[in-house]
Structures are given as structure tokens and as C-alpha cells.
């Protein structure tokens, strides 16, 4: 039973353009939300988080949306440069991040074409 | 500060024979994680060390341990090993129990033939 489903397995867009990836999880006991990003031979590194008690969260180009009803987030990146290119993860806990594990989304290939 | 630091980055090993991975988290931190990554199935929790204890562990045969020693480092190993256990294994360290923080390392290749 996957809990964190990104349906997405990849994304092409232009430089300069917004990527929005997608994320969907249906375990209502989350409530604290990552985004890592992954380049290959590398682990995966943090990009943004939530909690459930907000539905939006900027960090510089990056924006993670929340929406609780729906159980959907989203990542929004803008303006999308080359060097965005990698895997990102989408990643659930649960009890405000003091669970003892996230539970990963299978990943969405971003390629951000110059 | 140094990262999360995994050694080997590779390794190729035969079935039936078993691997030891280590893991030595960021300097400070307590609670060192272990994660499975293959292309089918994603990262996998596999286990959480806090206090030289194992805390939580996920849904692995016990072919798969580990121990974490007085100083935070962590070890995993694999015994019997089959082809599926080809993966990417990940440790994650932060500083105290918990995924809040979560720095991951650059991972152990492990290629069974």
C-alpha cells in the first residue's frame, strides 16, 4: 500500500519556465511534508517542508503548497534553471517530523532543458 | 562540519555471502537511520538506531541488521545475500530521534551477481 504516491515519473520543461511537481498521500496521520532532491550517486538532499498547520511554504524559487482536504501537495519552482535537473522526492511524516521515518514517494524526474 | 560519511560507495558482491555497510553521521547527532532505495520500490525505512538501540525497523527480512556503537557510528549488515537486495542503501543521521533535520549520506551501492 504506497502512503506517498508522486504519479508523475517525469517532467520536461523549459528554461526559465515554472516545474511543478505533484504529490499525493493518503494516510491521514501526516501532517509534516518534505521535498528532497536527488542527483545521481548522491543522497538525497532537503529542499522545503510544511506542516499541516500552513498550506503554503516559499523558500526563494521554491513554493510547497498543501492542500489537507484533498490529502495533495505540490512543488512549485520558478524560474526552473538547468541545474534544477535531478530526481525529487516527496516525503511524509508523521506527529510534526518526530516519527521515527519518512515515507518516500517513488520520485518524479525533473530535466529542465536550456 | 563534515556530512554523513558511507562507506564502501561500492560494492559487488555474490549470492549467499553477506555485507557489512558503515555509516558515520554528522558530528553530534545520536539517531542514525537506514533507507532502501531500488527502482521499483523507492526508499524503504529499514531501521533506526538512538543510543546504541534499535529503535524502530521496517518491514525486512531479519537478513538485515545493524548495531550502532557508542560513538553514533552505525553499521548494516546483510547476510545470504539474494539479487534482489541489489540497492542503494542510505543512512540519514540527526540529532536527536526523529526525521526532523534528516541529513542523508551519499550512499552504499551494493550489486549482487
Known amino acids: 500500500d504506497q502512503q506517498v504516491k508522486q504519479n508523475s515519473p517525469s517532467l520536461s520543461v523549459q528554461e526559465g519556465r515554472i516545474s511543478i511537481l505533484n504529490c499525493d498521500y493518503t494516510?491521514?496521520?501526516?501532517?509534516?511534508f518534505l521535498w528532497y532532491k536527488k542527483y545521481p550517486a548522491e543522497g538525497p538532499t532537503f529542499l522545503i517542508s510544511?506542516?499541516?498547520?500552513?498550506d503554503k511554504n516559499e523558500d526563494g524559487r521554491f513554493t510547497v503548497f498543501l492542500n489537507k482536504s484533498a490529502k495533495h501537495l505540490s512543488l512549485h519552482i520558478v524560474p526552473s534553471q538547468p541545474g534544477d535537473s535531478a530526481v525529487y522526492f516527496c516525503?511524509?511524516?508523521?506527529?510534526?517530523?518526530?516519527?521515527?521515518?519518512?515515507?518516500f514517494g517513488k520520485g518524479t524526474l525533473l530535466t529542465v532543458n536550456p | 562540519k563534515a556530512g554523513v560519511t558511507q562507506t564502501p560507495r561500492y560494492l559487488i558482491k555474490t549470492r549467499g555471502q553477506q555485507v557489512t555497510l558503515s555509516c558515520s553521521p554528522i558530528?553530534?547527532?545520536?539517531?542514525v537511520s537506514w533507507y532502501q532505495q531500488t527502482p521499483g520500490q523507492g526508499l524503504q525505512f529499514l531501521f533506526e538506531?538512538?543510543?546504541?538501540?534499535?529503535?524502530n525497523k521496517g518491514n525486512f527480512p531479519g537478513r538485515f541488521s545493524g548495531r550502532q556503537f557508542s560513538n553514533s557510528r552505525s553499521e548494516m549488515n546483510v547476510s545470504t545475500l539474494e539479487l534482489g537486495d541489489s540497492a542503494l542503501y542510505l543512512c540519514?543521521?540527526?540529532?536527536?530521534?526523529?526525521?526532523?533535520?534528516?541529513?542523508f549520506g551519499s550512499g552504499t551501492r551494493l550489486t549482487v551477481v
Open positions: 540519514a543521521s540527526s540529532l536527536a530521534q526523529g526525521t526532523y533535520g534528516y541529513t
Open positions: 494516510n491521514s496521520m501526516f501532517d509534516y
Open positions: 510544511i506542516s499541516s498547520i500552513k
Open positions: 516525503a511524509a511524516s508523521a506527529r510534526g517530523g518526530s516519527n521515527y521515518k519518512l515515507t
Open positions: 558530528s553530534g547527532h545520536r539517531s
Open positions: 538506531y538512538f543510543s546504541e538501540t534499535q529503535r
